[in-house]
Each structure stands twice: as structure tokens, then as C-alpha cells.
């Protein structure tokens, strides 16, 4: 789904991804983008990380421009929840 909440918004370098004990670093960068914000769209669960991610644990990693390191942690529950991650912990 097409999203303003990114539009203006350019974040960290995604260092890594892992859902379960699977590296898909490869595939989120592409959902990512080179602007850094997500292509503008708000993706589910299952389209980010497949069916497979179901009670998984995904791990991002996210390197700023400072430096410093970022990282979100969340439990797939339901493949059609949105994944949202707030520009604040970017």
C-alpha cells in the first residue's frame, strides 16, 4: 500500500535482516529502497518476509549516519499485520 508516512523521510543504512535464523538482508534492502524509506509503501508481514516467517523473530539492523547503531526486534504473529517501523527508532 502506497504511504505518505515515509515520502519525506530518509533513514539509516540497513545493515542486516534475519527472520528466524534465515538472512533475507538481500531481499528487505530491495523493499527498502536506495532513498532509504521503504519505496513510500507500508508492506504486511507476509509480504516482507513470506509465509514462512510465521512465529518467527525478525531482527533488522540499521547503521546511522552518525555511526551509531539502530536495530528493531519483532515476533510475526499475523502475516497480514502491517509492519510498521516508527521513523523515531530509524
Known sequence: ??????????????????????????????????????????????????KESLGKTVKMTFRGDDGRTHWFYDYVHDLGSYCLLPKALL
Open 1 to 50: 500500500m502506497i504511504t505518505m508516512y515515509y515520502r519525506s523521510y530518509e533513514g539509516p543504512e540497513l545493515t542486516s535482516c534475519s527472520v528466524g535464523n534465515e538472512d533475507l538482508t538481500v531481499t528487505i534492502r530491495g523493499f527498502y529502497g536506495k532513498e532509504k524509506r521503504w519505496k513510500n509503501t507500508l508492506n504486511t508481514y507476509g509480504e516482507l518476509f513470506g
